[in-house]
Structure formats: structure tokens, C-alpha cells
């Protein structure tokens, strides 16, 4: 079964370093996204991603966040500077045709900033 | 922004009944909304989905039931296992690209 693999499984980092996330998203996928999971609270939505540019945002997505697709395979999440609160379970997303349907997610990377 | 709320922060039921977990949604143009369980651990894991065109919809020991009179939204799952214990969230879409989850249900099921 096709899956979206995401690496690291866990990250831990002093305040104020940059931190790279990294998905595969199902190959035949088009829309790719990140999410966020402070622990204890709900996945909330971080960005989409279509046709090499982001397509949405949200507030949480401020300056410090930039994604890119750098080899059409790979779908990244940069924290340039990151603070306490970033620390947080961080899930890669990818859907099919359409824009609606079936959200498949990765595992998720676990950020723990110090 | 939109709302999507869970009733019911936990719920614990005995093994063999029945679980019902509900979600109240408050965007009305929501057209589409997915169920997903969450074990400890792991990403969210697609369960069942229904289109705002439908009140129900019936999976593989899961029903899941949309009143849009109320903007209520609730899984059932029926013959309840202790595999299924996890954290149910719904999801609602209405157009653009975001899916918005609610708070999450934690559901544990008893032997």
C-alpha cells in the first residue's frame, strides 16, 4: 500500500537553529501539506502545497516556515529560527486528483526544541 | 475561522458495544467530511468520509451519520475492539484546501 514517509522520526534542537523536515509523498500525488500536532491538542493546518507553490497558509505559517519540492520527489518544511513553542509533532500530507478525498499522512516527525 | 468541535473529550465503552463519538461543525457550506483515528503515535489514519449530499454512510463496522439541520456530524462503530482504541477527530472541507479537525475524541475501549 502506497504510504508518505517522513524523516526524522524525532528531531531535537537547541532555540534559535534551523530545522529541515522531510516528506516522500505518494508518488501520484499532486497536493501536499504539513500539519502540526502540539501534543495533547489537534492536528492543526500549517500549508498546501500544489503545482510547486503554496496554494494556502495559515496564520501559524509565519516568516520562520518556508517549504519546497527540490528534486519533484521530496516535499520539505524549514523552520529557519525555531522557538519553544515549535516544538510540536509535525505531519506531511498528500492527496490525489482533486481536492477533496482522502488525505493520506505520514507518520510524522516529532520536534523537540530545547 | 470554522469551528469543529467534539462533544466528548473521552469515551470509554466495554469491549463488543457499540461506540458512538460526535462532532459539531458550525460552517455550513462544509461539503465534505472524513473521520480519522489516531493511535499514539501515528499520523491520522483516513476511517470514513461522507459528502454533504448524503446522511449516511456505512463502512466496515463504522457508520458514520451527517445532520445538516444541526451541523452535527457522528461515528458509530459497532462491535467495539480493543484495537480501536485511539483518538477519533473529524474533519470538515468546504471548498478550499484546508481541513479543519476538531479537538479529538479519545476513545478507550475496555476488555
Known amino acids: 500500500e502506497p504510504e508518505v514517509t517522513q524523516t526524522p522520526s524525532h528531531q531535537v534542537t537547541q532555540m534559535g537553529q534551523e530545522v529541515i523536515l522531510r516528506c516522500v509523498p505518494i508518488s501520484n500525488h499532486l497536493y501536499f501539506y504539513w500539519y502540526r500536532q502540539i501534543l495533547g491538542q489537534k492536528v492543526e493546518f500549517l500549508v498546501s502545497?500544489?503545482?510547486?507553490?503554496?496554494?494556502?497558509k495559515s496564520e501559524i505559517f509565519d516568516d520562520q516556515f518556508s517549504v519546497e519540492r527540490p528534486d519533484g520527489s521530496n516535499f520539505t518544511l524549514k523552520i529557519r529560527s525555531t522557538k519553544l513553542e515549535d516544538s510540536a509533532m509535525y505531519f506531511c500530507?498528500?492527496?490525489?486528483?482533486?481536492?477533496?478525498?482522502?488525505?493520506?499522512f505520514g507518520e510524522g516527525s516529532r520536534l523537540t526544541v530545547l | 475561522g470554522e469551528s469543529v468541535g467534539l462533544h466528548l473529550p473521552t469515551l470509554s465503552v466495554q469491549e463488543g458495544d457499540n461506540s458512538i463519538i460526535n462532532c459539531a461543525y458550525s460552517?455550513?457550506?462544509?461539503?465534505?467530511f472524513i473521520w480519522y483515528k489516531q493511535e499514539s503515535g501515528k499520523g491520522p489514519q483516513f476511517i470514513i468520509d461522507?459528502?454533504?449530499?448524503?446522511d449516511k454512510r456505512q463502512g466496515q463496522r463504522v457508520t458514520v451519520l451527517l445532520n445538516k439541520t444541526v451541523k452535527h456530524l457522528s461515528l458509530q462503530i459497532a462491535a467495539t475492539q480493543p484495537g480501536d482504541s485511539a483518538v477519533y477527530f473529524c474533519?470538515?472541507?468546504?471548498?478550499?484546501?484546508?481541513?479543519?479537525f476538531g479537538t479529538g475524541t479519545s476513545l478507550t475501549v475496555i476488555p
Open positions: 500530507a498528500s492527496i490525489g486528483q482533486g481536492k477533496a478525498g482522502e488525505l493520506f
Open positions: 461522507i459528502r454533504s449530499n448524503m
Open positions: 474533519a470538515e472541507i468546504s471548498g478550499g484546501e484546508q481541513f479543519y
Open positions: 460552517n455550513s457550506a462544509s461539503d465534505y
Open positions: 502545497f500544489y503545482n510547486n507553490e503554496i496554494s494556502e
